[in-house]
């Protein structure tokens, strides 16, 4: 996931009393003509209040112009237990592409219609079951898992910079632009945990990592949103797929760039940028 100031991540949801609120719509509408102008602006929390309760509405106003659909692509951030510590906050957030951010198979990513694109390498679990609740756990999440894919997360945040608070990432969708999935294989037998991946640019080896970067396990990090999305009323719906969480730093790229994850027993996946 991409980089957020400590000190504004701790103590994110005590509000700020010497600054405005903000409107949700308004603050939406900042980030979605930043993305549409491929312009970017300065943090939202440079001069507005912004809890992270608060930040999720904004999000919901920038998902709402999106076309998400009935099964929904949902992406986690900051599930690495490391970065967590390092930003000072215990939870992970998530957010949502809209499915005409799903790249076709070999599509390449078109790196002029974003502003600053980072790429990182996650895995994917398809839903075969609704999932809700606030008791769902990671052996509930994999009995609903449908099957795995490689994925790619295209990342794109409307701040300068990358610099931003935590509400601010979660207001701006988790930095969701563009995600690129590989074919999915059944999950039965596969160890999440241990599936080795590597991910490389140009042919050049950038990292490795396991499963467990994530939360412990992917699945954990799947049950985490279905509790969070619980907390807010909500569900994840069967046929679902959620990119459980970054594997290892991402990387930024340019037209011409072509990165490769592969991930041990699930599979490969190669996108371009043009």
Not at 44 to 65: F, G, I, K
Not at 94 to 123: K, N, Y
Not at 165 to 192: E, K, M, Q, W
Not at 242 to 270: F, K, N, P, Q, Y
Request: charged content about 20%.
């Amino acid at each position: 996931m991409t980089d957020v100031s400590p000190a504004a991540a701790s103590g994110a949801d005590e509000p700020d009393v010497g600054r405005p609120a903000g409107d949700v719509d308004a603050l939406a509408a900042r980030l979605l003509d930043a993305a549409a102008s491929r312009t970017p602006i300065p943090p939202l929390t440079d001069d507005v209040e912004l809890t992270v309760t608060r930040a999720y509405d904004v999000q919901d106003a920038v998902v709402a112009q999106l076309d998400v659909g009935p099964a929904p692509i949902a992406k986690l951030g900051l599930t690495s237990r490391a970065k967590q510590e390092q930003m000072a906050v215990d939870a992970p957030l998530s957010g949502w592409f809209g499915h005409d951010m799903a790249l076709e198979p070999g599509e390449p990513v078109a790196t002029g219609e974003l502003i600053q694109p980072r790429v990182e390498p996650e895995i994917a679990l398809l839903t075969s079951a609704t999932l809700s609740g606030p008791g769902v756990t990671a052996a509930h999440v994999l009995a609903a898992t449908a099957a795995v894919l490689p994925a790619v997360d295209v990342l794109d945040s409307r701040f300068a910079g990358y610099r931003f608070t935590l509400p601010d990432v979660v207001a701006d969708n988790a930095s969701a632009a563009r995600c690129a999935l590989g074919d999915p294989v059944p999950v039965d037998g596969i160890d999440l945990a241990l599936a080795g991946c590597v991910f490389s640019c140009n042919g050049v080896l950038v990292a490795t990592a396991a499963g467990a970067a994530v939360l412990d396990h992917p699945a954990a990090a799947v049950a985490w949103l279905v509790r969070d999305l619980a907390r807010r009323g909500r569900e994840l719906p069967a046929g679902s797929i959620v990119l459980s969480g970054a594997l290892t730093a991402a990387i930024a790229v340019a037209a011409g760039d072509v990165v490769r994850v592969t991930i041990d027993r699930i599979g490969a996946l190669e996108l371009a940028c043009r």
